[in-house]
């Protein structure tokens, strides 16, 4: 049977946030695999492995991206896309950073979801569109938010937000309707479910880094005077996960 995964080389040094990436895109139906930020490695990886994306941060690679990139290009045969991540937001980098050969310029942070979003715009791809679920993306949000996995909490977010994306107006709807129905999913009481969720909250908060914060909320932690409140939150990474799904299925 022939494999029709998307092949995505992930240059990196086995950083935490890119071997996060490279597995939840794995979960999301990609072949995706990390190659060290070594120029003359990373070339000659790309040219033995023929894979169909190539994602690199600027910031932080020890490889010179533009030579890499202006490498395939000028080949003038096989070339993947580049999709280039930075933490810098600058006109000029970004005309650099095309002008070698980059398919798509990223800003950090992002995040797997974002990434697959921006490959399936660039190489539409059945396999890859049957593996993306709201159940991998919300799951991949609270991992991202630092919710302790080992808590109550942590499975209730989870169960709210999904139900919360699929179906509209249940975050604004939390007393009488969302917490009801993660109670009934749990066979637990609403109280529970909401002062779950409330601890889990409070928790995640104390340890969660500023840029997921951003991420999802468009903030940094101190703009709220302890964290935000259970509607504030489920909220937020409700609408982060419906605009990002829809910007994918698109």
Same mark, same amino acid.
Request: aromatic residues 8%; hydrophobic residues 40%; negative net charge.
């Given at each position: 049977m022939k494999n029709d995964k998307l092949k995505v080389l992930l240059c990196g040094d086995s950083s935490k @946030?890119?071997? +996060?990436?490279? !597995?939840? %895109? $794995? /979960?999301? *139906?990609? &072949?995706? =695999?990390? !190659?060290?930020?070594?120029?003359?490695?990373?070339?000659?990886?790309? @040219?033995?492995?023929?894979?169909?994306?190539v994602i690199a941060d600027l910031t932080s690679s020890r490889a010179d991206l533009f030579k890499v990139m202006r490498t395939f290009r000028n080949a003038g045969s096989f070339c993947p896309e580049f999709i280039i991540t930075s933490d810098i937001d600058n006109n000029f980098i970004k005309r650099q950073v095309f002008d070698a050969g980059a398919s798509y310029f990223l800003l950090n942070p992002c995040g797997a979801y974002e990434i697959a979003s921006v490959i399936r715009s660039l190489?539409?791809?059945?396999?890859?569109? &049957?593996?993306?679920?709201?159940? &991998? #993306?919300? $799951?991949?949000?609270? !991992? !991202? %938010?630092? #919710?302790?996995? /080992?808590i109550k909490g942590y499975h209730y977010i989870r169960t709210a937000v999904i139900f919360s994306v699929k179906k509209n107006g249940m975050v $604004?709807?939390?007393t009488k309707k969302l917490y009801p129905d993660v109670a009934e999913y749990y066979h637990t009481t609403p109280s529970s479910v909401e002062k779950a969720i409330r601890h889990a909250i409070q928790l995640s908060w104390n340890r969660v880094e500023s840029d997921a914060v951003r991420t999802?909320? *468009?903030? +940094?932690?101190? #703009?709220? @005077?302890?964290?935000? +409140?259970?509607?504030? =939150?489920?909220?937020? #990474? +409700?609408d982060k996960i419906r605009l990002g799904i829809k910007k994918f299925s698109s």
């Open positions: @946030k890119v071997i +996060t990436i490279a !597995r939840d %895109l $794995t /979960n999301m *139906g990609f &072949s995706a =695999y990390i !190659r060290p930020s070594d120029e003359d490695m990373l070339i000659s990886s790309v @040219k033995k492995e023929n894979p169909d994306v190489i539409p791809s059945p396999v890859a569109d &049957s593996f993306f679920d709201v159940e &991998s #993306v919300v $799951t991949e949000a609270i !991992r !991202r %938010l630092a #919710v302790p996995a /080992n $604004t709807n939390m999802y909320f *468009g903030c +940094t932690p101190d #703009v709220y @005077k302890s964290h935000p +409140t259970n509607s504030e =939150y489920l909220a937020a #990474v +409700t």
